[in-house]
């Protein structure tokens, strides 16, 4: 019989709840099943073999009376010999249910780190999930916002512009590796214009100038045009920033219009 799939975890994953802490091996979750939704929803710490909230008093007796210590999960883990049922996700297979395993893959790898659909179906694939599971999977979690490829490639464009100085050229090659449809790539790197941009190579050129300082002219020409080049400049734009940055310094300029780097 087809196992129904709760769909109700998705939207309580894209609410933005805080997640308990999950295994890094296998195919295991970024939450410890449907138990850490229960604690969560809760407020309790995690269960016993018996299914009881661990804790207590600190003498191992019945909790109760006031102003008295909870043990920590770390103790709890400790006094027991590390068997606590805490550990249950490291100890039992991964779900069989294929649909529940790519959701289980997806919520791991979403952990902290925006993915692009393409990621994780790559992902799902490497791990050997059925394309119909994937599918459904997938489109589910685009539904409720866990996977939007536009707001992945506006905060690419933003985080890797102003972090490492990247272009416009450069940015849209990095989003096409990782799977981002044209459309939304040619929409994300439209919002930096062509005046930011030549802004942020002046700021590149100025922060290199000095180690340049010594060299022939040639040879400081290529190294400062060479670097805005990996970073994805135009070549007319690179030539034109590092002349009027040398022009400053009080270096000859006159280049010929031809020389490449």
């Given at each position: 019989?087809?196992?129904?799939?709760?769909?109700?975890?998705?939207?309580?994953?894209?609410?933005?709840a805080?997640?308990g802490?999950g295994?890094e091996g296998?195919?295991?979750?970024?939450?410890?099943?449907?138990a850490?939704?229960d604690?969560?929803?809760?407020?309790?710490?995690?269960?016993d073999?018996?299914?009881?909230?661990?804790?207590?008093?600190?003498?191992?007796?019945?909790?109760?009376?006031?102003g008295r210590?909870?043990?920590?999960?770390?103790e709890?883990?400790?006094?027991?010999?590390?068997t606590?049922?805490?550990?249950?996700?490291?100890?039992?297979?991964?779900?069989?249910?294929p649909?529940?395993?790519?959701?289980a893959?997806?919520?791991r790898?979403?952990t902290?780190?925006?993915r692009t659909?393409k990621?994780?179906?790559?992902a799902?694939?490497k791990?050997?999930?059925?394309?119909?599971?994937?599918?459904?999977?997938?489109?589910?979690f685009?539904?409720?916002?866990?996977?939007?490829?536009?707001?992945?490639?506006d905060?690419?464009v933003e985080?890797?512009?102003?972090?490492?100085?990247?272009a416009?050229?450069?940015?849209?090659?990095e989003?096409?590796t990782k799977?981002?449809d044209?459309?939304?790539?040619d929409?994300?790197?439209?919002?930096?214009?062509?005046?930011?941009?030549?802004?942020?190579?002046?700021e590149l050129?100025?922060r290199?100038l000095?180690a340049t300082?010594?060299?022939?002219?040639?040879k400081r020409?290529?190294?400062?045009?060479?670097?805005l080049?990996r970073?994805?400049?135009?070549e007319?734009?690179?030539?034109?920033v590092?002349?009027q940055?040398?022009e400053?310094?009080?270096?000859?300029?006159?280049?010929?219009?031809?020389?490449?780097?």
């Open positions: 019989m087809t196992r129904r799939t709760d769909w109700a975890e998705y939207e309580f994953a894209a609410s933005g805080p997640r802490r295994t296998g195919d295991g979750s970024a939450v410890d099943g449907d850490a939704y604690d969560i929803a809760g407020g309790g710490g995690p269960r073999g018996g299914g009881a909230r661990a804790g207590g008093s600190r003498d191992g007796g019945p909790r109760g009376g006031r210590r909870r043990r920590t999960f770390g709890a883990v400790a006094e027991d010999g590390g606590s049922s805490s550990s249950r996700a490291e100890r039992e297979e991964p779900p069989a249910d649909v529940e395993r790519a959701r893959i997806c919520l790898l979403l902290g780190t925006p659909r990621q994780l179906a790559d799902l694939r791990r050997e999930i059925p394309d119909e599971a994937a599918e459904e999977v997938l489109s589910r685009e539904e409720v916002g866990l996977i939007n490829d536009s707001a992945f490639a905060a690419w985080s890797r512009h102003h972090g490492r100085g990247l416009r050229r450069a940015l849209a090659r989003l096409r799977g981002v044209p459309t939304l790539i929409a994300a790197v439209s919002r930096l214009d062509s005046e930011q941009e030549e802004e942020t190579a002046r050129v100025a290199k000095r300082r010594g060299l022939d002219r040639d020409l290529r190294r400062l045009a060479g670097m080049a970073k994805g400049y135009p007319g734009l690179a030539l034109r590092v002349r940055a040398l400053e310094e009080g270096e000859d300029t006159e280049f010929p219009d031809d020389e490449g780097f």
